[in-house]
């Protein structure tokens, strides 16, 4: 591995606390009486993103460089459903149980290839997707196997953010990075705010704290991705990133007030991430 793959992947892990560690500010606003909701949490990310971007390209004159729009629109446009599902889905369950469903991404991401990619076809590939997507329905149903609607939200996320990842590899093939920041947070945040303008106000002071860190900590962490996989591939950026699996279980009953996960829930749990890890090394296999 040289060293542009180590700092890829280090990245990749960098973002993935990052990722984890905005959820948990959200939850946090919830614990400390705060309503706010997950279209506000979504639209203030995209808007500290975009004003970040643009500072940053304005000091370092930078002009935006278009190649192929339609990667960047479709990056932008996934994206934005994924963290809008995210967001709501720590808001109506857990951040553990919410986190380990978003990470089901690299999971879709070997379905969507096995649909969309002829050569990317492997029969052992499938079985080891469906095992974890047993895993799955344990996070969905970890207690007493009632079927949770809520965490659909959480699952639409992964599903979304899979098409979002992907859109991501290729547009990186031909865009810098500030582009592809420009559109997504742009275009992201537009598509918010058009969809949930009903919800859309000024925050108080207090709820302003908030929105402010969980945006923050989640740009650097986008930031990293992005840089990240430059470096890496899909599937393998995937499968770094799922160490947000073990983050989430493991500190959410101590900094997230979370419960602690059930038997079913750490085998749900353990099956997706190890899931994620057999269709890496398939992949390098390969």
Same mark, same amino acid.
């Given at each position: 591995?040289?060293?542009?793959?180590?700092?890829?992947?280090?990245?990749?892990?960098?973002?993935?606390?990052?990722?984890?560690?905005?959820?948990?500010?959200?939850?946090?606003?919830?614990?400390?009486?705060?309503?706010?909701?997950?279209s506000l949490f979504t639209l203030s990310r995209f808007l500290f993103g975009f004003i970040t971007v643009v500072t940053v390209m304005g000091l370092r004159r930078q002009r935006?460089?278009?190649?192929? /729009?339609?990667?960047?629109?479709?990056?932008? &446009?996934?994206?934005?459903?994924? &963290?809008?599902?995210? +967001?709501?889905? &720590?808001?109506? @369950?857990?951040?553990?149980?919410?986190?380990?469903?978003?990470? @089901?991404?690299?999971? +879709?991401?070997?379905?969507?290839?096995?649909?969309?990619? /002829?050569?990317?076809?492997?029969?052992?590939?499938?079985?080891? &997707?469906?095992?974890?997507?047993?895993?799955?329905? %344990?996070?969905?149903?970890?207690?007493?196997?009632?079927?949770?609607?809520?965490?659909?939200?959480a699952l639409g996320s992964g599903i979304s953010a899979a098409a979002a990842i992907m859109y991501l590899n290729v547009s990186r093939q031909v865009h810098d990075t500030q582009?592809? %920041? +420009?559109?997504?947070?742009?275009?992201?945040?537009?598509?918010?705010?058009?969809?949930?303008?009903?919800?859309?106000?000024?925050?108080?002071?207090?709820?302003?704290?908030?929105?402010?860190?969980?945006?923050?900590?989640?740009?650097?962490?986008?930031?990293?991705?992005?840089?990240? +996989? /430059?470096?890496?591939?899909?599937?393998?950026?995937?499968?770094?990133?799922? @160490?947000?699996?073990? %983050?989430?279980?493991?500190?959410?009953?101590?900094?997230?007030?979370?419960?602690?996960?059930?038997?079913?829930?750490?085998?749900?749990?353990? %099956?997706?991430?190890?899931?994620?890890?057999?269709?890496?090394?398939?992949?390098? /296999?390969?």
């Open positions: 591995m040289d060293i542009r793959t180590t700092l890829g992947c280090l990245a990749v892990f960098g973002s993935a606390f990052f990722f984890y560690l905005a959820t948990v500010v959200i939850k946090w606003s919830s614990m400390a009486g705060l309503a706010i909701d997950s935006i460089k278009i190649v192929k /729009k339609r990667y960047l629109i479709g990056r932008a &446009v996934c994206n934005a459903m994924a &963290v809008f599902c995210f +967001f709501k889905g &720590v808001e109506l @369950t857990s951040v553990a149980q919410a986190n380990i469903l978003n990470m @089901t991404y690299p999971l +879709f991401i070997a379905v969507f290839s096995w649909i969309f990619l /002829k050569a990317q076809r492997d029969i052992i590939s499938v079985g080891i &997707v469906m095992v974890a997507l047993a895993g799955v329905w %344990l996070i969905l149903s970890p207690a007493n196997m009632a079927f949770n609607q809520d965490s659909l939200w582009t592809t %920041l +420009f559109f997504m947070f742009s275009l992201g945040g537009s598509i918010i705010f058009i969809l949930f303008f009903n919800e859309m106000r000024l925050p108080g002071l207090e709820e302003f704290k908030y929105l402010f860190w969980c945006s923050a900590i989640a740009i650097a962490g986008q930031y990293l991705l992005t840089v990240g +996989f /430059k470096y890496v591939t899909a599937i393998e950026g995937g499968i770094i990133s799922s @160490t947000r699996i073990l %983050l989430a279980a493991l500190l959410g009953p101590l900094i997230a007030m979370d419960p602690s996960l059930s038997a079913g829930g750490w085998i749900g749990a353990f %099956l997706i991430f190890s899931g994620n890890v057999f269709l890496t090394a398939r992949k390098v /296999k390969g």
